[in-house]
């Protein structure tokens, strides 16, 4: 009988340290496999805001002040302006029809919205009753499937960068700059993203142009710095001004089921904004750099 309890101990020992192990493998671990800690992600979440169902497909945000975020979602043309101290949208810009809206830059006045086969939306003076709105087309199509647009200071520019096919090489994806002063994009890159990369050696795809699938980017107001999310497969790639890539971090996936929408508020806080999946909500999240 002594034995037989022996050999009952060590089969639930064994089961339990099974169960142990799993449990350890699945915490290390997101939903991708990848693995995420603390030490390997570059900011910390402070605050967060569920928001409402009609943003549960946030796909770009865009920091206006006075604890103002400006967004958009990738199926209404009406750009929402969401109060971060009442928790709720406050404002809706209505700019254009029904489309695959990507991308959001406000710069003064003005707003521009990024449709993912590259058309830029130019909604002048967005916060009166009746703006004025220009369509402004560009040399990219649905196969790149734009989601990226910010406004870069230094350049008087929006910068456009494609998620897929890439204009010119498989071997990089370009940074592409739209003129505020000419309102042409120059044929040239001003910035490359070579997805050999050491940085992006981890996240090699059999498709090269799927290693990194840029869904939103905001540049830091001291250091110049690139910010750029993948939603696709969770992450965030910080560049320099350069185009030296910094880092590559593999995000949450529990958190961060899909980033599209990143910003800079005037004082650096980071602001990251996620699609909600399975029905789930959207939220936004304040994070700290660390």
Do not use: C
Request: hydrophobic residues 40%; neutral net charge; glycine residues 8%.
């Amino acid at each position: 009988m002594g034995k037989n309890l022996k050999i009952g101990t060590i089969k639930i020992l064994t089961v339990v340290g099974l169960l142990l192990g799993l449990v350890v493998i699945f915490v290390g671990f997101n939903g991708k496999g990848t693995a995420v800690t603390r030490t390997n992600t570059p900011f910390e979440i402070v605050q967060k805001w569920e928001l409402p169902s009609v943003l549960r497909e946030i796909s770009a945000i865009s920091w206006l002040g006075n604890d103002k975020i400006a967004a958009v979602q990738d199926e209404e043309g009406i750009i929402f302006i969401y109060d971060l101290q009442k928790s709720k949208i406050v404002d809706e810009v209505k700019f254009a029809g029904p489309g695959d809206y990507e991308g959001l830059a406000v710069h003064g006045e003005d707003a521009y919205v990024l449709r993912s086969d590259g058309t830029i939306f130019e909604v002048k003076k967005f916060k009166e009753p009746l703006p004025n709105v220009f369509v402004h087309n560009t040399f990219f199509s649905t196969k790149n499937n734009m989601e990226t647009l910010v406004f870069d200071k230094e350049r008087n520019s929006l910068l456009l960068l494609p998620k897929d096919r890439s204009m010119k090489s498989e071997n990089y994806k370009g940074i592409y700059a739209f003129s505020l002063d000419t309102y042409d994009i120059a044929s040239d890159p001003i910035l490359k993203i070579y997805l050999d990369d050491d940085k992006l050696t981890p996240f090699i795809q059999k498709q090269k142009y799927k290693t990194f699938r840029p869904s939103g980017m905001a540049i830091h107001p001291d250091t110049g710095e690139l910010y750029i999310l993948e939603a696709t497969r969770p992450k965030l790639m910080i560049m320099k001004d350069n185009g030296e890539i910094k880092g590559v971090y593999p995000l949450d996936s529990r958190q961060f089921p899909q980033p599209e929408g990143i910003d800079f508020s005037d004082d650096g806080a980071l602001y990251i904004a996620t699609e909600g999946k399975k029905k789930a909500y959207g939220v936004i999240y304040k994070v700290d750099l660390k």
